[in-house]
């Protein structure tokens, strides 16, 4: 689960790391408020040698005036040399540049550079990004109390449901007054994973009922 504001570096371990690509760029998509000014580049590298670290290095020191660039790199082996270089920008990022490394060999990493790095150890295993965009999809326009509540509860963790309700708030939802201040709530409240999942799937049905789509 991303958080925002975003880190300068993140490591995602993934079996097959092409196939984390997708969920990831929907997760960076609702991390980042302003997506005009979102920029995502990806490269996919069987072995990340140090003549291509030192490429990416320098991809990664050009500052991004005005705008957000995450940089998603996947691979299946790295070189020693080739993480020393790495650890340049790791250690002092550029402004507005933010990356990703999607690999099967995290745990082999050197600790210098895990160190510095966030680890998302369970997004790559998470339901399909692209399943709950949907499922915000299907409540915003539900009818009912009981539709609204059926789908609410497919979301099977507080992360999910974090999820749920930044593909939400990526909606018009100012004519929908109740709903939009139930978002806010549960946004809110999410952030403490000892939350009351089944409470704050309630809150968002009731208030979506009471306030249904015009469409």
Same mark, same amino acid.
């Given at each position: 689960?991303?958080?925002?504001?975003?880190?300068?570096?993140?490591?995602?371990?993934?079996?097959?790391?092409?196939?984390?690509?997708?969920?990831?760029?929907?997760?960076?998509?609702?991390?980042?408020?302003?997506?005009?000014?979102?920029?995502?580049?990806?490269?996919?590298?069987?072995?990340?040698?140090?003549?291509?670290?030192?490429?990416?290095?320098?991809?990664?020191?050009?500052?991004?005036?005005?705008?957000?660039?995450?940089?998603?790199?996947?691979?299946?082996?790295?070189?020693?040399?080739?993480?020393?270089?790495l650890l340049k920008i790791i250690e002092n990022p550029a402004r507005g540049i933010h990356f990703f490394f999607i690999t099967p060999m995290v745990e082999g990493l050197l600790e210098t550079v895990r160190s510095r790095s966030w680890i998302l150890s369970d997004?790559?295993?998470? /339901?399909?990004?692209?399943?709950?965009?949907?499922?915000?999809?299907?409540?915003?326009?539900?009818?009912?109390?009981?539709?609204?509540?059926?789908?609410?509860?497919?979301?099977?963790?507080?992360?999910?449901?974090?999820?749920?309700?930044?593909?939400?708030? /990526?909606?018009?939802?100012?004519?929908?007054?109740?709903?939009?201040?139930?978002?806010?709530?549960?946004?809110?409240?999410?952030?403490?994973?000892?939350?009351?999942?089944?409470?704050?799937?309630?809150?968002?049905?009731?208030?979506?009922?009471?306030?249904?789509?015009?469409?």
């Amino acid at each position: 689960m991303l958080e925002t504001p975003l880190h300068h570096c993140y490591l995602l371990p993934a079996q097959q790391p092409v196939d984390c690509i997708a969920t990831l760029e929907t997760q960076i998509e609702s991390a980042v408020d302003d997506s005009d000014l979102l920029h995502i580049e990806t490269m996919q590298i069987d072995r990340l040698t140090i003549e291509l670290a030192l490429e990416l290095r320098d991809r990664g020191q050009q500052k991004a005036v005005g705008e957000v660039r995450c940089l998603i790199y996947t691979f299946n082996s790295i070189t020693v040399d080739a993480q020393n270089a790495l650890l340049k920008i790791i250690e002092n990022p550029a402004r507005g540049i933010h990356f990703f490394f999607i690999t099967p060999m995290v745990e082999g990493l050197l600790e210098t550079v895990r160190s510095r790095s966030w680890i998302l150890s369970d997004l790559c295993n998470q /339901k399909d990004t692209e399943k709950i965009v949907q499922m915000a999809e299907d409540f915003y326009s539900a009818k009912g109390l009981a539709k609204c509540l059926a789908i609410v509860d497919e979301v099977d963790t507080i992360d999910e449901l974090r999820l749920l309700v930044r593909a939400l708030s /990526k909606r018009e939802i100012s004519k929908r007054r109740e709903l939009g201040q139930a978002i806010e709530l549960v946004a809110a409240y999410s952030q403490d994973n000892s939350a009351s999942l089944k409470l704050l799937r309630e809150l968002l049905a009731v208030a979506a009922s009471r306030s249904p789509s015009s469409s």
